[in-house]
C-alpha cells in the first residue's frame, strides 16, 4: 500500500540523516516487504538527497554493509570547522544561555556530519554546562535582525536607550552598522535633530554614535528612510579595523614603543597598527584608532608602552 511505503521512506530517511544508516536486510524484515522494495526505497531517497542543497549522496559501505548519507566536504562545515564556531561561540559569552544553547543545538543538529554528531556534542557537553551568560540576560537574536534589516534598508528607528548611569534617553537614529566586541553586540548610528554644541564633546566629530544593543529598550522601524552622501557612506569592516574599545571619538593616530614579551597580540589587538621601527625588543608602532578608549587601553599595559608625544 502507498502509506506503507510513505512511512518507508520517512523511516529510512531518518536513519540516514541521523547517521544510522540502512541495512537492506533489517529494514525488509522490519516492514516485510522484499530487500527489492528497499533498494527502491533507497532510489527514490538518492534521487531527493541529490537534488538538495547541498546535495548528498546515499553510498553503500562494505565494512557496516550499511548505506549511508554523505555531503561533499566543500558544500558542510568540517567537524573541526563546526568544533571551531561552537567554541568562539561560547567563549564570546555574547547571549543568555537559553539563547546559546538553542543556537549550538541547532548548529549540531543541521550541519554535523550524523556520524560525528555525538563526538561533537561530547565534546562540547562541559562547557555548554557551565556557561556563563552575560549579566544583562537580554534575549537578542531577533533585535539583532530587526537592527540589521533596518541598516541594510536605511530606515530610520526610533529607541529608547538606557545608559550605564541608568538615565533613559529617546533617540531618533540612522542606523549604519552593527558590530561584536569583548561579549556585547553594538549598534552604530547618526542620530537626527540633536545639538551637536550640547551633547557632544567635539560637535566636528562626524563619526557615528555606539550604542549596546542590549540596552536598547525598545525599538520601533519607522517607514523612513535616508539616505548617506558617498563622500560620508559608512564601511563596517573599515570603522570596525579603528574602533577596538567601543568608545565613541574621532579618529586620531597614536604613536607608542612597545617593550612586553608579544608584539603580535598588540598588532592583533589593533589591525591598523604597523611598526614603524625596532631596537632590540622595543617597537615603535602607530595606528589609526577612534576614539577614546585606545587612552585605557595604552595605561592598561604599564611599563610595556610609552607613548610618543
Known sequence: METDKNTRLLYLYQALTRGGGIQKQEAAARFGVDPRSIQRDIET????????VPPAQIRYTRNTRRYELEYGAEDVLSC????????????????????????????????????????????????RLYYIQPRHGVRLAERLWTLGQAVRSHSVIEAAYRTQTGACKQRRLQPVGLLFSEYYFYLTAFIEDIDRAAHFEDPEDLSPTIYRVDRLESVRVLDE???VPYSRRFSEGEFRKRVQFMYGGK???????????SVEAVLDRLPTAEILSRRGGCWEIRAEV????????????GEYVEVCR
Open 45 to 52: 531517497l538518492r534521487t531527493f538527497f541529490a537534488g538538495e
Open 80 to 127: 573541526g570547522e563546526l568544533l571551531a564556531v561552537c567554541k568562539v561561540l561560547l567563549d564570546s559569552r555574547c547571549l543568555p544561555k537559553e539563547e546559546m544553547d538553542g543556537i549550538l543545538r541547532k548548529l549540531l543538529a543541521r550541519c554535523a556530519p550524523p556520524q560525528q554528531r555525538a563526538a561533537l556534542e561530547k565534546i562540547l557537553a562541559n562547557e
Open 225 to 227: 528612510h535616508f539616505s
Open 251 to 261: 579618529l586620531q593616530t597614536v604613536r607608542f614603543l612597545y617593550k612586553g614579551p
Open 290 to 301: 577612534f576614539g577614546k578608549g585606545i587612552e585605557m587601553w595604552l595605561r592598561s599595559q
